[in-house]
């Protein structure tokens, strides 16, 4: 079943592969137009903001908070009911070191606030916070894969 979108799309696989295009684009204009400098890293709404363009031309909710309950295998992310709870929790998190700021990530992806596009968004809304409080980013091309096998088999142990 593919999502309902805005490009008319209503196969799955080329709805994939534009939205990749399309996120991909929209995410290096983010960081060369400054469009996320009025927004404070670490917070709900920077990442709101990031989710919103990345996603806007493809997705009507893109930016909102998803109103179905969502699951990765056997793994359920924040049930809709206690959402906007998890996500207030987690932008409260602090975020001064590594850890902190691998943590408050983790939590944010175990919320999982959006219908589609959490993972795309969330890294980009961990560079941020990465950038502004250790000055360090992250080079996603040289570890994505391995980034997501960890993240799945911690949701599949449930460790978190």
């Known amino acids: 079943m593919t999502l309902e979108n805005k490009l008319n799309i209503t196969d799955s696989t080329e709805l994939a592969r534009m939205e990749e295009k399309i996120s991909k684009k929209k995410a290096v ?14 917070t709900f709404e920077m990442l709101t903001a990031i989710h919103k363009y990345l996603f806007g031309e493809i997705y009507d909710f ?8 969502m699951a990765k295998g056997n793994f ?22 590594f850890d902190e700021i691998v943590e408050k990530y983790v939590e944010m992806n175990i919320a999982h ?6 993972g795309r968004s969330t890294r980009i809304w ?17 570890i994505c894969w391995q980034w997501k096998e960890a993240q799945l088999k911690i949701l599949k142990l449930n460790i978190f």
């Open 76 to 97: 359920r992310f924040a049930p809709v009911m206690y959402l906007q709870a998890a996500i207030e929790n987690v932008e409260k998190m602090p975020q001064s070191t």
């Open 62 to 69: 893109a930016g909102k908070v998803r109103d179905v309950n």
């Open 29 to 42: 204009e983010l960081f060369e137009n400054g469009y996320l400098d009025n927004y404070k890293a670490g």
């Open 126 to 142: 961990l560079d941020l916070i990465l950038k502004k409080e250790l000055n360090k980013v992250v080079d996603w091309k040289t």
């Open 113 to 118: 606030p959006f219908r589609e596009g959490n």
